[in-house]
């Protein structure tokens, strides 16, 4: 089991940038995928971005393509989410979550550990 902690969320206006950091407490991080998903309230979980075990393969979601990057520090066991051009549908509250194994998934189900989340809320 991976402990993940993430940080980085608070409110920022509409057009502003974020940087979110999830620390992952495992001697074995180049074991799993990682993903950051997104829950806004009476709203489903929904996939955000994910990258693979050795940072080369990334993946994203329709509404973040082009505003968010990935990206994963295997020195640190740390994964980062940069987001710019933020808008007020990017209200939420981000998880950072991981999945053993080399393939990255887009559905919540398949990660088995997840942190406890950090808001992001966007003004106008």
């Known amino acids: 089991q991976v402990q993940l902690v993430e940080s980085g969320g608070g409110l920022v206006q509409a057009g502003g940038s974020l940087r979110l950091a999830c620390d992952a407490s495992?001697?074995?991080?180049?074991?799993?995928?990682m993903a950051w998903f997104r829950q806004a309230p009476a709203k489903d979980r929904e996939f955000v971005s994910g990258?693979?075990?050795?940072?080369?393969?990334?993946k994203y979601g329709d509404s973040v393509k082009g505003r968010f990057t990935i990206s994963r520090d295997n020195a640190k066991n740390t994964v980062y989410l940069q987001m710019h051009n933020l808008n007020p549908e990017d209200t939420a509250v981000y998880y950072c979550?991981?999945?053993?194994?080399?393939?990255?998934?887009?559905?919540?189900?398949?990660?088995?550990?997840w942190g406890q989340g950090t808001q992001v809320t966007v003004s106008l």
């Open positions: 990258v693979n075990w050795n940072g080369i393969i990334t």
């Open positions: 979550a991981a999945r053993w194994g080399t393939e990255l998934s887009y559905e919540v189900a398949r990660y088995n550990d």
């Open positions: 495992t001697p074995t991080f180049t074991s799993y995928a």
